[in-house]
């Protein structure tokens, strides 16, 4: 038992270490793309670029790492309802369904969330989040206003890896 749980240990803290030399890259490449780009580059569209490039599985790390330095306990899950379902985060104030694996989508629209909540109703579910490194049509803004479903974008999702990077 002592040496599972010095293996989980390692595994974690190599995993965290890892989603913040990510999380670095990331950002180092952020800032150059916008140097290279001029003053007409804006914030959201480099952190679009570079979110937009990194796969799925470098993601998921760097959101681990994010989310739990947050104070959520995560969950990563490899399907549910559809594969809508990417992560589960847990707090006091329950459980909040996050749908991620489609960030590089160009726009997510009022559909897409739909999807996300009819699996936060499977169970109850209260709040969602959809991440998107493009742009959230107005219909899906409109739609995540009534159904607790919370839009991260381009520039919060480039938050959050600052937020890795950053010293407690």
Avoid at 78 to 105: F, M, P, Q, T
Avoid at 147 to 161: F, N, Q, R
Wanted: glycine fraction near 10%; aromatic fraction near 6%.
């Amino acid at each position: 038992m002592i040496d599972q749980l010095g293996s989980n240990t390692a595994l974690q803290l190599a995993l965290t270490a890892g989603a913040g030399d990510l999380a670095t890259a990331t950002l180092i490449t952020a800032r150059r793309r916008r140097r290279q780009g001029g003053a007409g580059t804006s914030q959201v569209s480099v952190a679009s670029q570079v979110l937009a490039a990194q796969s799925w599985q470098e993601l998921v790390v760097v959101l681990v790492a994010a989310f739990t330095r947050l104070g959520y306990e995560v969950e990563e899950v490899e399907e549910v309802e559809g594969g809508v379902v990417d992560l589960i985060l847990s707090d006091a104030g329950g459980y909040i369904y996050v749908s991620g694996r489609h960030w590089r989508e160009p726009h997510a629209t009022s559909k897409d969330l739909a999807r996300l909540k009819d699996a936060m109703d499977t169970i109850s579910i209260k709040r969602g989040l959809w991440l998107c490194s493009g742009i959230f049509t107005p219909p899906a803004r409109i739609y995540a206003e009534k159904t607790g479903i919370e839009l991260v974008g381009p520039e919060k999702l480039a938050s959050m890896l600052e937020e890795v990077t950053s010293p407690n």
